[in-house]
């Protein structure tokens, strides 16, 4: 699963969620089925199941060796998807996402950000297949188990190159959606979890379930204006990429707003249907002695990389192994535009 703008951070705790969970789903009967189902069959099925259905769900996110526990509500009413991710311990915070309208409530900061977001971009998403996913990744079912009661497939997808990093999903047989999930490295090592605990498939959920359970009495609001600015305009086009990693492609492009920013922030999402990146282009001020010097990090199962290019900054963000988002940002280049106003 991903998260909102890396503003939620994307989420499991595997020993908690093996001894108490259990699913109540409204579902078609669930008596053996005739159709059998390939492992890519079963990624498909599970992203219509994420995308369709109307689910509210507990889960526990565990990363870096840290674990809290999340509420995802999710309903299609009219054509527009809403959603609630809810921390249930820890910053209490909670994001709430109706269409492509995205509040982020952050009381440990006694802040609420409102923001735009792609509509088709959920706060908890696992990954989904295209035409070129099996040229990337090898996809596989290694086991048919039991899972919280449960009968499940376990599909694992493992990246052909040091680009991206492999999944192991446990999907329920009846409804198709994953009650638990693995994001796990080159060395087999497992860097994020996520299990749920409870899941319910509804017919109806209520417009109440979408409203913030905490009070933003005295709370600053920020608005992140994701629609381009006249004296932005130029240089949100004036950005490209001279190479990508084998099976990437720029999914979004933008000129943005941030709060504490000088001036507009471009915004590139590069994806390969599971794997995505987010690069982050900012004017930087004049260096006052030394040049910078580019800066690398790595949280959990999140690379980052930033350095500086024709004189902004380049911050690239990602699920990725650290030399994804390196190789991204070091290929990012200025045109002709960029120079113009400089």
Same mark, same amino acid.
């Given at each position: 699963m991903s998260r909102p703008s890396r503003s939620s951070g994307r989420l499991a705790s595997l020993a908690l969620a093996w001894a108490v969970a259990s699913v109540a789903a409204a579902e078609e009967p669930a008596q053996k089925r005739s159709i059998e189902y390939t492992p890519t069959g079963w990624l498909e099925r599970m992203d219509q199941a994420l995308t369709t259905r109307n689910y509210d769900g507990t889960f526990a996110h565990w990363q870096g060796g840290r674990v809290e526990m999340l509420r995802i509500i999710h309903r299609v009413q009219d054509g527009t998807v809403s959603e609630r991710l809810a921390s249930l311990d820890g910053s209490g915070r909670e994001f709430i996402r109706t269409g492509a309208n995205l509040t982020c409530y952050l009381p440990d900061r006694r802040t609420v950000l409102v923001e *735009?977001?792609?509509?088709?971009?959920?706060?908890?998403?696992?990954?989904? @297949?295209?035409? *070129?996913?099996?040229?990337?990744y090898d996809i596989r079912e290694v086991g048919h188990m039991r899972l919280n009661r449960r009968d499940t497939h376990v599909i694992a997808v493992s990246p052909k190159d040091e680009y991206r990093y492999g999944y192991q999903l446990w999907i329920d047989e009846s409804t198709a959606m994953p009650l638990? =999930? *693995? +994001?796990?490295?080159?060395?087999g090592q497992v860097i994020e979890q996520i299990v749920f605990a409870s899941l319910t498939l509804s017919s109806r959920i209520a417009?109440?379930?979408?409203?913030?359970?905490?009070?933003?009495?005295?709370? *600053?609001? +920020?608005?992140n204006d994701a629609t381009p600015h006249p004296q932005a305009g130029g240089a949100a086009l004036a950005w490209s990429v001279t190479s +990508?990693?084998?099976?990437?492609?720029?999914? #979004?492009?933008?000129?943005?707003? +941030?709060?504490?920013? #000088?001036?507009? @922030?471009d915004h590139l999402v590069f994806t390969d249907g599971f794997a995505s990146v987010s690069v982050f282009v900012e004017r930087q001020p004049a260096p006052s002695g030394k040049p910078p010097v580019p800066e690398s990090a790595? @949280?959990?199962?999140?690379? &980052?990389? =930033?350095? #500086? #290019?024709?004189?902004h900054k380049i911050t690239a963000v990602g699920e990725v192994p650290p030399a994804t988002v390196?190789?991204? &940002?070091g290929q990012l280049k200025a045109q002709g535009a960029a120079g113009a106003g400089r």
């Open positions: *735009q977001r792609p509509a088709e971009e959920s706060l908890v998403s696992f990954p989904t @297949v295209n035409d *070129q996913t099996a040229t990337f638990k =999930s *693995q +994001l796990i490295d080159a060395h417009d109440t379930a979408f409203r913030p359970e905490i009070s933003t009495e005295g709370f *600053q609001w +920020l608005r +990508l990693p084998p099976g990437f492609r720029m999914t #979004v492009r933008s000129a943005q707003i +941030l709060p504490g920013s #000088v001036g507009a @922030v790595t @949280v959990g199962s999140s690379s &980052a990389f =930033s350095t #500086v #290019v024709d004189g390196r190789y991204i &940002a």
